[in-house]
């Protein structure tokens, strides 16, 4: 089974920037799409921004222009880039994988990490 491993969260001050780190462990043989979803406190986890294998990204409309992901396929490793950071980011963030192809050939669907905080705030 995949571990999901994130971090680069903390406080961050209104228009500061955090960058996130996803860290894939286990034996990898491909995963199709990285993400990051938040969950406020009170609310539904929510799609914050995801991308492909092959590198095709969505982004939520309220972080589009904001935030940016990436993800490094030889290390299994996903990146969130967060700029202009408003108070209206604080939540938790989870990484996600949809599909995990394994080197014994086995599958596993829709894998979370334990999550990482961020605070914005001043």
């Known amino acids: 089974q995949v571990q999901l491993v994130e971090s680069g969260g903390g406080l961050v001050q209104p228009g500061g920037s955090l960058r996130l780190s996803c860290a894939a462990s286990g034996s990898i043989f491909s995963i199709n799409f990285m993400g990051w979803y938040r969950q406020a406190p009170g609310k539904q986890r929510e799609l914050v921004a995801r991308?492909?294998?092959?590198?095709?990204?969505n982004y939520a409309d309220s972080v589009k222009g904001r935030f940016t992901i990436s993800r490094d396929n030889a290390k299994n490793t996903a990146y969130l880039q967060m700029t202009s950071l408003k108070p209206d980011d604080t939540a938790v963030y989870y990484c996600n994988t949809d599909i995990v192809r394994y080197s014994s050939g086995t599958v596993s669907y829709n894998n979370w990490g334990q999550g990482t905080q961020v605070t914005v705030s001043s």
């Open positions: 991308i492909s294998r092959g590198g095709s990204t």
